[in-house]
């Protein structure tokens, strides 16, 4: 699998284990805020849990405007 | 007086350690109720101090720690005192905070904020004033002032500057960015790194280990490696103040108190 795929792939995997959503049920451009039925908080969550998982920072700035997995999965590609 | 049931907030005096909760939904926005409950408490403090060698301050909301100052006051008292009057009206309101805050900062016992989630602008002053921190993996941290124009006023600045580098204080606050609990122990902020939902226990059971010193020695020991930069907190509150009244804070406070989008915490 590409790099680039995996690391979708493992967002997907970690945002439906830690919303306890059906992995089957997301796809990588889903907004992820519907797709999860999560608010800012939680979304705050999901920032967090992916920085540790993938050992990046995500400064916050560079997320403004992004609701889709596929480009979230873009810039953390982009610190790794 | 060993315990007290507010609507802001709570605390217990229970085996030599007094336990704060912050209880004020939604995300223990600091407002005026708050600043009265905590001038209570900080009236009560010497005495309990006694009987109490640690003071643990968390959270009993879900979201986190605190989300900070209440912005819809501040909102509401420019829409209430006019540009003109505010900057006074706010200068007031300051002073009280930096009174609880400084003594806080000084209490006669070692103090632990025990965090979870967001701990965001007044929030992360409030548990800047306490001697260690101790965080669970999924809290954030934020100075989000200046995207309102403002800089932080409940002493952030001086603490943060006194506790970290420089060129950290810049990052932080100019960006405005929030970051992660392995960030702020990376930076010096965070003491201890925690499991989710378990800052509370490792909080008491470090307040356990911290009953086996001698109290006096303890005193000292602050006293020497905490000292409170007062000058430096004087200006925060007039540069804040100076800044309270130009239209492009009034703007953003708007922006803010009006947002209904999915984001309202993040920039």
């Given at each position: 699998m590409p790099p680039a795929e995996k690391t979708l792939d493992e967002i997907l995997t970690l945002a439906a284990a830690h919303f306890k959503v059906?992995?089957?049920?997301?796809?990588?451009?889903?907004?992820f805020f519907k797709a999860l039925g999560i608010d800012s908080l939680q979304a705050l969550d999901l920032l967090t849990k992916l920085e540790n998982h993938f050992h990046v920072e995500l400064p916050d700035y560079e997320l403004q405007g992004v609701a889709d997995f596929r480009t979230l999965a873009g810039k953390i590609q982009a610190r790794l | 007086m060993k315990q007290y049931q507010g609507q802001t907030l709570s605390w217990e005096l229970k085996d030599r350690v007094i336990e704060m909760a912050l209880h004020r939904?939604?995300?223990?926005?600091?407002?005026s109720q708050t600043l009265e409950e905590l001038e209570k408490f900080v009236a009560v403090l010497e005495a309990l101090s006694h009987d109490a060698h640690a003071l643990i301050v968390y959270s009993t909301?879900?979201?986190?720690f605190s989300a900070g100052a209440d912005l819809r006051q501040l909102y509401g008292w420019i829409q209430e005192f006019g540009q003109s009057e505010v900057a006074r009206h706010a200068r007031e309101y300051l002073q009280r905070i930096h009174a609880v805050m400084n003594a806080l900062d000084a209490a006669p016992l070692t103090t632990i904020a025990a965090i979870h989630g967001v701990t965001f602008g007044g929030g992360f002053e409030l548990a800047l004033t306490c001697d260690l921190m101790i965080a669970d993996k999924l809290a954030r941290f934020c100075f989000p002032e200046l995207r309102l124009g403002l800089i932080p006023s409940f002493g952030g600045i001086p603490r943060l500057k006194r506790d970290v580098g420089n060129a950290v204080v810049r990052d932080l606050l100019l960006t405005g960015r929030s970051f992660n609990t392995t960030k702020a122990q990376q930076i010096g902020l965070v003491s201890q790194v925690v499991g989710e939902g378990e800052a509370l226990r490792a909080a008491r059971a470090t307040a356990s280990q911290m009953a086996k010193f001698d109290r006096t020695t303890t005193r000292w020991a602050k006293k020497f490696i905490k000292p409170i930069p007062l000058d430096e907190l004087r200006q925060e509150i007039d540069i804040f103040c100076e800044l309270l009244p130009q239209p492009a804070v009034q703007a953003g406070l708007k922006k803010f108190v009006e947002n209904t989008s999915a984001q309202p915490y993040l920039p």
């Amino acid at each position: 699998m590409p790099p680039a795929e995996k690391t979708l792939d493992e967002i997907l995997t970690l945002a439906a284990a830690h919303f306890k959503v059906p992995r089957e049920k997301l796809s990588p451009d889903d907004d992820f805020f519907k797709a999860l039925g999560i608010d800012s908080l939680q979304a705050l969550d999901l920032l967090t849990k992916l920085e540790n998982h993938f050992h990046v920072e995500l400064p916050d700035y560079e997320l403004q405007g992004v609701a889709d997995f596929r480009t979230l999965a873009g810039k953390i590609q982009a610190r790794l | 007086m060993k315990q007290y049931q507010g609507q802001t907030l709570s605390w217990e005096l229970k085996d030599r350690v007094i336990e704060m909760a912050l209880h004020r939904e939604p995300l223990n926005e600091i407002g005026s109720q708050t600043l009265e409950e905590l001038e209570k408490f900080v009236a009560v403090l010497e005495a309990l101090s006694h009987d109490a060698h640690a003071l643990i301050v968390y959270s009993t909301l879900k979201g986190g720690f605190s989300a900070g100052a209440d912005l819809r006051q501040l909102y509401g008292w420019i829409q209430e005192f006019g540009q003109s009057e505010v900057a006074r009206h706010a200068r007031e309101y300051l002073q009280r905070i930096h009174a609880v805050m400084n003594a806080l900062d000084a209490a006669p016992l070692t103090t632990i904020a025990a965090i979870h989630g967001v701990t965001f602008g007044g929030g992360f002053e409030l548990a800047l004033t306490c001697d260690l921190m101790i965080a669970d993996k999924l809290a954030r941290f934020c100075f989000p002032e200046l995207r309102l124009g403002l800089i932080p006023s409940f002493g952030g600045i001086p603490r943060l500057k006194r506790d970290v580098g420089n060129a950290v204080v810049r990052d932080l606050l100019l960006t405005g960015r929030s970051f992660n609990t392995t960030k702020a122990q990376q930076i010096g902020l965070v003491s201890q790194v925690v499991g989710e939902g378990e800052a509370l226990r490792a909080a008491r059971a470090t307040a356990s280990q911290m009953a086996k010193f001698d109290r006096t020695t303890t005193r000292w020991a602050k006293k020497f490696i905490k000292p409170i930069p007062l000058d430096e907190l004087r200006q925060e509150i007039d540069i804040f103040c100076e800044l309270l009244p130009q239209p492009a804070v009034q703007a953003g406070l708007k922006k803010f108190v009006e947002n209904t989008s999915a984001q309202p915490y993040l920039p």
